[in-house]
């Protein structure tokens, strides 16, 4: 092929169309479930009543009902049925005993992809009623009990606690998996016109950091305006990456190594994006790097990455609803001296703040209440400096060291507290 000149850098992640997005309810009882219910279930969920509803034509026997609607001021329409649930369907048998599945299938709002995505689970939840057993997102392979559907996405406090990060997954693959290198790939965020991202040739003594920046560098550029490709642009404190075509990246990868020709078989079309170290390096040839550099500063701490404010969001208010588990916990272990309580705090909680500040500082917990705790910055020139903080002031909690079996536990997992 001829060489091209001129053509715009952000064409590398262009894509036709969205893929569309679809969330399933597996609903209990022998009786049909009611499309009235579906569609007032949809007025519900989005707060506005649907119009231009149109019944579908049936042409599957198994399909009992289906019809078409729209959101005012949302793009695209949305699609509605319900089917006889086929023996052995349901994610992990978790709701072996529904009669009844009810779909959505859409392509979800760009503008408001995870209100709307809360918005579709509610819907199908909603409308199974009281026997809905479980709801499902095929595209990830995620499913939601009906109290994870209570806590997440119905009721008032509906969306609270969801973030970007439900929109997408992340897979690691590896020919060893104690050795490495890793290949890292998020999944579903071709369903909002964005790249699926990669990272190549990840040691395994980084896979942490690594998975954290794939996690964080999705779930900010879900809405963020992707940088040009090959173009360095910074992903937080000291971490500068550039975003390159992920067959580019791929180029030199030596053969046996994950993410090569064999690996990408069935993978499907679209744009991807491998995250780099920013420029391309080598002397003999210049060629796009693993950021190993980078990945090694933020395991030691000496970078960070910035967070979607949705995420930072969230990730507070799980660790603050979950902040009694937490004192809990340390009243039980307090005597173990192998084991970290850590809590990051909003610096604001600091009397005389600096405007320059970081948003928040991790601190060492010596004392933990269900109202909040008394901690030790132990970095710098904050050596030994204790602080009070209220359950208002935090932003995350981990223990560290707690079990053998998990490295750390937070609010995400508090199950582990036992």
């Known amino acids: 092929m001829p060489i091209q000149i001129g053509l715009p850098p952000e064409a590398a992640w262009a894509m036709a169309q969205p893929a569309p997005v679809s969330y399933i309810a597996f609903v209990e009882g022998d009786e049909l479930p009611d499309p009235g219910d579906a569609f ?12 231009d509803v149109e019944p579908v034509p049936l042409s599957d026997d198994g399909v009992a009902w289906a019809f078409a609607f729209s959101i005012p001021s949302r793009p695209a329409r949305i699609m509605c ?12 048998g978790r709701a072996s005993d529904a009669r009844w599945v009810i779909f959505v299938e859409t392509l979800l709002d760009a503008a408001r992809p995870v209100d709307d995505a809360v918005a579709l689970v509610a819907t199908v939840a909603r409308a199974g009623g009281a026997r809905t057993r479980l709801a499902y997102d095929p595209g990830l392979g995620v499913a939601w009990s009906t109290a994870e559907l209570a806590r997440l996405f ?9 973030d970007e990060r439900h929109l997408y997954r992340i897979e690691l693959a590896a020919h060893d998996r104690e050795r490495g290198p890793f290949w890292i790939t998020t999944v579903g965020l071709a369903r909002i016109g964005r790249p699926e991202f990669e990272l190549l040739e990840v040691p395994a003594t980084l896979l942490r950091p690594a998975l954290e920046l794939v996690d964080a560098l999705a779930a900010h ?7 040009h490709a090959g173009v360095p642009f910074e992903a937080g404190s000291a971490i500068s990456l550039a975003l390159v075509p992920a067959a580019e990246a791929a180029e030199t990868l030596s053969p046996g190594v994950p993410g090569g020709p064999h690996d990408r078989r069935g993978i499907p079309p679209g744009p991807r994006a491998a995250i780099c170290a920013a420029g391309k390096r080598g002397a003999f040839r210049q060629v796009w790097m693993t950021p190993v550099d980078e990945l090694t500063r933020l395991a030691q701490g000496d970078g960070a990455l910035l967070l979607s404010p949705r995420v930072s969001m969230v990730r507070a208010r799980l660790a603050q609803r979950t902040w009694s588990d937490f004192a809990q916990a340390r009243a039980r272990h307090a005597s173990r001296t ?10 604001s909680a600091r009397a005389g703040e600096s405007a320059h500040a970081p948003a928040s500082d991790w601190l060492a917990v010596e004392q933990a209440t ?4 008394l901690g030790r910055a132990g970095r710098g020139d904050r050596e030994m400096e204790h602080r009070a ?7 995350d909690w981990r223990i560290l060291g707690l079990r053998a079996d ?5 609010p995400e997992s508090t199950r582990l507290l036992g």
């Open 406 to 410: 998990a490295p750390e536990i937070g």
């Open 338 to 347: 192998d084991v970290a309580f850590l809590a990051r705090i909003a610096s």
């Open 389 to 395: 903080f209220s359950t208002a002031d935090i932003r």
């Open 221 to 227: 550029f879900v809405q963020e305006p992707l940088p």
């Open 40 to 51: 007032t279930a949809a007025g519900e969920s989005f707060g506005v009543a649907p119009q």
């Open 154 to 162: 119905l009721g008032p406090d509906a969306g609270e606690l969801v």
């Open 370 to 373: 269900v109202d909040g705790g």
């Open 81 to 92: 049925w319900c089917e006889r649930a086929v023996d052995g369907a349901s994610p992990d």
